[in-house]
Each structure stands twice: as C-alpha cells, then as structure tokens.
C-alpha cells in the first residue's frame, strides 16, 4: 500500500489480523528428528504478530470477519484441530524449533506451559507503533492493546520470574547467550491503520521503521547474541487484498503493485537500521530473513514448489477468483471445510499462508540464502561448545 492510493476499504481488511487475546490454548510437542540432531541453541524466543503466534490470540472476540481461529478447519493439517495458529497447520517459527530439535514453541499468555526451552511472545494484530500512538491519533480501528514493546515488557517480565535481576547475573546470561530471537513479521497492522487516518503514509514508515529498530536495539542491550529478523512479506499477494484493491494495480506477478511496493521500501529502510546495529554491537549476529524475496521467488514460479494456485485461497468462500468473501471467512459458520489439497495453495483464509507455504518459506531462510548472514552462518557461530546453563 501507498499514500497515492486511497484504498481505505484494504486498510480496514487488514484489521482482520487483529484478535485480543481472552482465553488461551496452545500445543508442545517434540520436533521431529530432535534425538537425532545436535542442538545449537537451548531455547528460542519469537515476537511478531498473527503469521508467528502460536496461540496468544484466541477467537473469543475479535473481528467478526476473522474471528474464526479456535473453530476448525484451522490446524486440521498438522495437529488435527485448532491450536490458536493463523494457518491449517504450521507456522515457520514451527519449522524452526523442528530445524533447532525443540519443541514447538508455547504462548507466553499460556502461564502453566512449560518454557523451558522458550516462549512465543507474538500476538496477532500487534504493531511495531505502540497502541496509544494510534489512539492519540483518533486511529479507533486499532483494537489490539498489544504492540511490540508491549512484547519486550512481557519477555522482561519473564527474565525477572526466572531470577533474572541483573543482566550480569548468571541466570541473565543463561537465558540470552544460549538463545535464538526470532523476530517474526510485523508492521503490516501499522499501515492499515494509518491509511484510516490523516496520518502521512511517510511518519507511519519513518516510526514503524524507528520501532523494529529500537526493538532490536533492546534485546542486544538485555544481551542477545544471535537474532534474526524477518521482513515484511509480498502483503499485495493477499487474496483480501486482491479481492478490493482496484483492478488496474497490479505487477508483474499479478499482485497489487501499489502494497507490495510499500512492503518493500520498509524492508530496504529496516535493511539498513540493522545494519547499523551490526556496526555497535559486532560480537552479536544479527540476520535478515528476506520474506518478501522468498514469496516473490514462489509467486514467480508456484509450480517448481508444488503450488497450483497461487491467489485462490483453501479456506474461503465466494469462488473464481481467490475464493474470498469478507462476510464468509474461514471458520465461519458457512466455511466449516477447506480445500481438499491445502498443499497445493499458497494462500489459507485470505490473509495468512498455508502451512506448505510456511514450510517452503522455511526452507528457503535455513537452506537457500534468503537469511543474510546465512541461517548457517548463524548455526556456525553459535557452536555447541559455547553453551551455558539452563535456567
């Protein structure tokens, strides 16, 4: 999305990331294989919004058009019922704690899990901007509390019930040397609700940018080692977004150019914020995850990746040509079914991926250059011999 467009109806849509949280559930499991791979890391810590929480929202309340989470046919791929995940079935941040031999990752609002090996702080519908920025601003659509900082004081509140007083304590050390950051997308949320607003189009880009900065900043400061950080993805390859932008704005690969293009001028600005970081803190690594590079490179070629469609969704309603009716959603009483074959999609329920989506976009970050510095690189660093105690 950008300012030359004023498409409000898109940016009202993509509140349809947004569910508070009320009641929680979550899923732990061992990864597979994780007997059989040597752990680099001992525990993973995720932040993001609804494409990396694995159960801190929940359907209770919320939108009417997306507030469908907790029903089926959401996870019916991977676990067999809905565990709170914005997809069918895995999320990538899944797809990582398997490629470390952890465990999935619990909900930090699941107070009786066990976090022993980490703690997913991500909440669908945060923002990078802090809430009271969109409130001040008469932003009302903004009905999420939760924003990324809101997700620091959260994970500082987990270090001090883990006795972590001081960040030169033993127990402080323990639990940010021997752990993964994952920064999961986030920022799309940011946008949509400027575009309800008078605000510039430029102060939403300049503060969202500020804020993934400041964010990363903090957990270097708190002692973070090893952090990546995943870009926005290819937001105008989204059915709810195909389905009302006009028509006449497009790309190359069919997508709302206009969208895309905003997504990619705040990756290239978070680039370069992180690459300051790296100058201040050298002894840490920090990595770019090129979610938007990835999903273009599937998007351009679906077929080489097992997909047959591209921008139809699996789990919708309202036929050719995405199968997205905003009044019909996945989980809804009349959506109770998904396609017969998600593998084949790209797109879940109009505004999230599939779960054979995420698993590709995975592989393409730990395997296929799209971390920069690589995910090996990362793996490398981080060698088994520098280890510490578990809390």
């Known amino acids: 999305m950008v300012g030359s467009h004023p498409s409000v109806t898109i940016a009202i849509s993509f509140l349809l990331l947004v569910l508070p949280p009320t009641s929680f559930s979550f899923v732990t499991g061992s990864a597979p294989g994780a007997t059989q791979r040597r752990r680099h890391f001992s525990k993973i810590y995720a932040f ?8 801190n929202t929940h359907s209770t309340t919320g939108p009417y058009s997306f507030g469908y989470v907790s029903s089926p046919p959401y996870g019916t791929t991977f ?3 809905s565990t709170n995940r914005y997809s069918d079935g895995r999320l990538v941040v899944d797809f990582l704690a398997s490629r470390l031999s952890l465990p999935f990752l619990p909900p930090y609002l699941d107070r009786a899990a066990d976090f022993s090996h980490g703690v997913n702080f991500a909440v669908a519908g945060s923002t990078v901007i802090e809430h009271d920025f969109f409130v001040k601003n008469n932003v009302t659509v903004d009905i999420t509390p939760q924003s990324l900082m809101t997700q620091l004081m959260w994970f500082d509140k987990y270090l001090e ?16 040397a021997d752990a993964l950051f994952w920064v999961g997308e986030i920022g799309a949320n940011d946008y949509a609700y400027g575009f309800t607003s008078t605000l510039s189009p430029t102060v939403i880009q300049q503060l969202a940018v500020k804020k993934v900065f400041d964010f990363v900043e903090a957990l270097l400061i708190r002692g973070a080692k090893y952090i ?7 937001t ?23 969208v895309n ?14 690459q300051e970081l790296r100058d201040r803190f050298p002894k840490a690594i920090i990595s770019y995850a090129d979610f938007l590079g990835a999903h273009h490179t599937v998007m351009k070629h679906p077929a080489a990746y097992g997909f047959t469609e591209k921008l139809k969704d699996c789990c919708g309603s309202g036929g050719d040509p995405y199968n997205f009716d905003i009044f019909a959603t996945c989980g809804s009483p009349n959506v109770t079914t998904a396609c017969p074959q998600p593998n084949r999609f790209i ?15 995975a592989d393409m970050f730990f395997h296929h250059g799209y971390c920069k510095p690589s995910f090996d690189v990362l793996l490398a660093a981080k060698s088994p011999e520098s280890r510490v105690e578990h809390l």
């Open 347 to 361: 797109n879940w329920d109009g505004v999230h991926l599939t779960e054979a989506m995420y698993k590709v976009v």
């Open 48 to 55: 993001g919004d609804s494409f990396t929480d694995t159960g």
């Open 228 to 234: 990546v950080v995943q870009g926005l993805p290819l």
């Open 161 to 176: 019930e883990k006795g972590c007083k001081t960040k030169a304590s033993r127990r402080c050390r323990a639990a940010t």
């Open 79 to 81: 676990f067999r019922h």
């Open 261 to 274: 293009r905003q997504s990619y001028n705040h990756n290239v600005m978070v680039q370069k914020e992180l």
């Open 236 to 258: 105008g390859c989204l059915p709810l977004t195909l389905t009302l932008a006009p028509p006449d704005d497009r790309d190359d690969i069919g997508c709302v150019a206009s």
